[in-house]
C-alpha cells in the first residue's frame, strides 16, 4: 500500500511538475508572439511601399509626387533612335521595350512617334495653368493634371502620335490598344473611364509598367487606374 501511494505522489508531482513547465515556458512565448506580430507586418508593409521610382506606383488626382521629386535615370528619346522631340526623355528602365515596342510596330508598317514624355512639376504646373486659362478650372481637370499629379512626372508615360479621339481609329491607335502590353505598355484612360480615372478618354496615352505586370493587367481585365489601387492597397 504504501509503495502504491508513493507511485501516485510521485505521478500526481510529475504531472504537477510538467504542467507548472509547461505553462511557465509557453506564456512568455505566446506573449511574445503577439508583441512581434503587428512589428513583424509594418516592418514587412514598409518594405512593400511602393517609392515614386516603382513602376506600380498610383499617381492620380488623390494620389500625387512632391515638388521636389524626379527620376534619376532619364535619358534621351531620340537617342534610341525613336522619333521624339530633341529633348524628350523618359527613364532608362522603360526604354528597351519601347525600341522592341517601335520596331514591331515598324515591321506591321506602324510609324509611332513620341510626341509627350518625361514633364517635371515645373513644366506640368506650366501646362496645367494654360489648361485652366483655357478652359476654366473644371474643364481643364478633366483633360490634364494638376501639377505633381501628371504620369508624366514619372518618366514612364508617353503621348504618342497625336492628341486626337480619332487616333483611336487610325492604324496606328488600333495597333497600340491591341499591342502594347505585351511590350509592357498600357493605356491609362481608356474609354468609358472617366468616372473612375478623372480623365477623358485618351487613346495616346500610354505608361509603362513592365511586360509581366502588363500580362497581369491584361489578364485581369481591370484598367491601369483599378490595377494600381490593388496593388497599392488603396
Ligand atoms: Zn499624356
Known amino acids: 500500500m504504501g509503495k502504491k501511494i508513493l507511485f501516485i505522489i510521485v505521478i500526481l508531482l510529475a504531472v504537477i511538475i510538467f504542467t507548472f513547465i ?8 505566446d506573449t511574445t508572439a503577439i508583441l512581434v506580430k503587428p512589428e513583424v507586418i509594418a516592418q514587412k508593409k514598409q518594405l512593400e511601399k511602393l517609392t515614386p521610382d516603382s513602376l506600380l506606383i498610383q499617381i492620380d488626382k488623390k494620389h ?7 527620376p534619376q535615370d532619364l535619358v534621351g528619346v531620340l537617342s534610341y533612335g525613336i522619333s521624339a522631340n530633341s529633348s524628350f526623355r523618359l527613364r532608362k528602365i522603360a526604354m528597351p521595350e519601347l525600341v ?4 514591331a510596330a515598324q515591321k506591321e508598317g506602324i510609324e509611332l512617334k513620341v510626341i509627350s514624355a518625361y514633364r517635371s512639376y515645373a513644366d506640368q504646373q506650366r501646362i496645367y495653368s494654360s489648361w485652366v ?6 474643364e481643364a481637370s478633366r483633360q ?3 501639377p505633381g499629379c501628371s504620369q508624366h512626372e514619372l518618366g514612364t508615360a508617353v503621348d504618342f502620335n497625336e492628341l486626337n479621339d480619332s487616333f483611336a481609329n487610325t492604324p496606328t491607335g488600333i495597333w497600340l490598344s491591341k499591342n502594347a502590353w505585351q511590350f509592357g505598355w498600357v ?7 472617366e ?10 496615352h500610354y505608361r509603362y509598367i513592365g511586360k509581366v505586370n502588363a500580362k497581369e493587367l491584361e489578364e ?13 492597397n488603396l
Do not use: H, R
Open 195 to 204: 468616372n473612375i480615372t478623372g480623365y477623358v478618354y485618351e487613346p495616346w
Open 187 to 193: 493605356i491609362s484612360y481608356p474609354l468609358n473611364s
Open 64 to 70: 500625387c509626387l512632391a515638388p521636389e521629386y524626379a
Open 220 to 232: 485581369s481585365g481591370l484598367i491601369l487606374s483599378k490595377f494600381l489601387d490593388t496593388k497599392n
Open 100 to 103: 522592341e515596342m517601335v520596331t
Open 133 to 138: 486659362a483655357q478652359l476654366g478650372a473644371k
Open 144 to 146: 490634364s493634371a494638376p
Open 22 to 29: 509547461y505553462f511557465f515556458n509557453s506564456k512568455p512565448t
